[in-house]
């Protein structure tokens, strides 16, 4: 059931990545769509008890931080 509710918040992400009417907007709603696909990972990581998919799930969670400080620094040079 939890999988179902991650899924309709990661449509409703996308819709805002894409309709977004704003640079901001756009930016916190691909942070939380990438936080979501990191929850999926996860789950299924423990579902299978396999511990290689939370090593990609760290891996995901290192490049979208680091994704997040780049367009950071993009928004605040006023390139925006």
Known sequence: MIEYMFAL???LALGRIFLGPSFAD???ALGAFMNMIIVFIALYAVQTKI???LDIAIVMVLLSFVGNLVIAKYAVRGNV
Do not use: E, L, Q, T
């Open 51 to 53: 511990s290689f998919y």
């Open 26 to 28: 756009r930016v916190i």
């Open 9 to 11: 918040a990661g449509v």
